[in-house]
């Protein structure tokens, strides 16, 4: 599961796009939460967004 926050959207956006294969590198993106191994966190995180990120795992 992705959870990209505010700017770092964009710079992460680029590696999803057609120059890069995630193929390879088995690495493919869910959006069900039932089929993740991990949760990326790509951006910085605050201690006001801690709360909402632990409802998602939970």
Sequence with gaps: LL???HCCFFE????????FNFDCCK???Q???KQIDQILIIGNLTMR???SLVLINA
């Design 12 to 19: 992460f956006a680029s590696l999803i796009g057609l120059r």
């Design 31 to 33: 959006s069900n939460l």
């Design 3 to 5: 959870y990209v926050i």
């Design 49 to 51: 967004m801690t709360s």
């Design 27 to 29: 690495l493919v993106t």
